[in-house]
C-alpha cells in the first residue's frame, strides 16, 4: 500500500525523520505513526503530483487550502483516490468551512473529546490527540517528574497569537499574561511575538493579508497603535527541560467550544512535573488532582497568591498525583501508540 502526505501549509514542511524539542511533544505522535507504518510495510512519502496515479490514498494533514485540494482532485478524476482529512487543530486555528461542500473527502478523522461528533457531509472517525508516550518511558522519568528541587515559580511557553472567534482564548491568555508578568519575582514568559500585537488568525481573508506584503504591513501598523509590549526570554531549546526549573505553568487551551478539544496544553507541563494552572474544557479524563483550575473569573492575585503559599508537602502530592495518571491506563488514550495504531486502522480499511 502506498500513501502521500500532504501538509496543511507546504508539503515539504513535513519533517518525516526528526522531532523538535522546542515544540509541543516533539512531534513524537507523528513520528510514532511513522515507526507504525513501517512496521505495517505501507509505504509513504510527502505527496508528488508526479506520481499521483501510484497512490492508494491521501491523507492531508488540516483542512487544506482549497486551491490546493483542487489541484488534487483534478488529478484524481480519473482513478478516484480516498481523500482522508486529519483535523488536530481545533476550528480557530483551521477553518471548517469548506467542509460544508460535500464530497470533497473520502473520510474527515477528527481530534475531539466527542466520540459521537458527525460533520453533516461526511463519515467522520474520532480520536484523542497523542501527547503521551509509553508508560515505560514516563516510569523511566519518574526523578523528573517528581523533582521538588526547582528554583523558579510560575512559566508560560508559546508564540504570541489572537483570533475573533468568541469560544477562542487568546484574548483571555494576552489579559492574563499581560498583568502577571508585572509579577518578575514570579513569572517568567518564553515565546515570540509578545512585543507586537498579532494579526488574529481567523482574520476574513487572512490568507490574502499574508500573501500581500502591503496588507500584511497596514494591519500590523494599525494594531500595534497604543499595544503594551510584554517582554519575553525568547525561544527554548526544550520545553520540558526549561519548565523542569518552574513549580508552575500555565496551561491554556486556545479553544473552549464544541466539539471538545485537547491539545497537549496541559501534558507537556505534567511531563515535566511542572504542576498546571490549566484554563480549558470542563469534564475531561484528567484527575482534577493533577492540575489547578482557572477561569476568565480567576485573577491573577489569586494565581500569585497560590504560588507562594502552597507548602512543599502540597507540591509533592501534587507531583505523585500527576505521575500516576501519567502511568494509568486512564491515560492510555492520549499515548503516541494509541493515535497511531488508531490512524494505522483508518488507512487500512482503505486497502
Known amino acids: 500500500m502506498n500513501i502521500a502526505l500532504i501538509n496543511y501549509y507546504n508539503g515539504k514542511s513535513i519533517n518525516l525523520s526528526a522531532s523538535d524539542g522546542t515544540r509541543e511533544n516533539g512531534n513524537l505522535r507523528f513520528l510514532e505513526l511513522l515507526n507504525e507504518l513501517d512496521k505495517e510495510k505501507i509505504n509513504y512519502e510527502i505527496y508528488n503530483k508526479q506520481n499521483h496515479n501510484n497512490y492508494d490514498l491521501i491523507l492531508f494533514s488540516d483542512v487544506p487550502n482549497l486551491l490546493n485540494l483542487l489541484s488534487v482532485k483534478i488529478r484524481n478524476i480519473k482513478r478516484k483516490i480516498p481523500l482522508i482529512l486529519n483535523i488536530e487543530e481545533t476550528s480557530v486555528a483551521r477553518s471548517r468551512n469548506p467542509l460544508i461542500i460535500p464530497g470533497l473527502f473520502s473520510e474527515v478523522l477528527l481530534n475531539t473529546e466527542n466520540r459521537n461528533y458527525k460533520f453533516r457531509n461526511y463519515k467522520t472517525s ?110 527554548v531549546d526544550s520545553k520540558i527541560k526549561t519548565q523542569n526549573k518552574f513549580d508552575y505553568a500555565l496551561a491554556i487551551e486556545p479553544f473552549l467550544g464544541y466539539p471538545i478539544t485537547i491539545l497537549e496544553k496541559i501534558f507537556d507541563p505534567m511531563l515535566s512535573g511542572s504542576i498546571p494552572f490549566y484554563f480549558g474544557p470542563s469534564n475531561i479524563s484528567i484527575p482534577d488532582n493533577c492540575y489547578i483550575r482557572i477561569s476568565k473569573d480567576t485573577s491573577v492575585e489569586m494565581i500569585i497568591d497560590l504560588v507562594k503559599k502552597t507548602t512543599d508537602k502540597e507540591k509533592k502530592v501534587f507531583r505523585q498525583n500527576i505521575y500516576n495518571f501519567l502511568i494509568s491506563k486512564q491515560a492510555d488514550k492520549y499515548r503516541y501508540s494509541t493515535y497511531a495504531k488508531f490512524f494505522i486502522k483508518r488507512i487500512k480499511s482503505y486497502k
Open 126 to 235: 474520532t480520536f484523542s490527540l497523542g501527547s503521551l508516550p509509553s508508560r515505560e518511558e514516563i516510569i523511566s522519568i519518574k526523578d523528573q517528574i517528581l523533582n521538588q528541587n526547582r528554583i523558579k515559580k510560575l512559566i508560560y511557553i508559546g508564540r504570541n497569537k489572537t483570533a475573533l472567534n468568541k469560544n477562542s482564548s487568546y484574548q483571555f491568555r494576552t489579559k492574563i499574561i499581560k498583568q502577571i508578568s508585572q509579577n518578575k519575582d514570579i513569572f517568567t514568559l518564553f515565546g515570540k511575538g509578545w512585543n507586537k500585537r498579532q494579526i488574529p488568525m481567523d482574520f476574513p481573508f487572512i490568507y490574502l493579508a499574508y500573501k500581500i506584503k502591503p496588507i500584511k504591513f497596514l494591519l500590523k501598523n494599525l494594531l500595534n497603535i497604543f499595544y503594551f509590549s510584554i517582554i519575553s526570554e525568547g525561544n
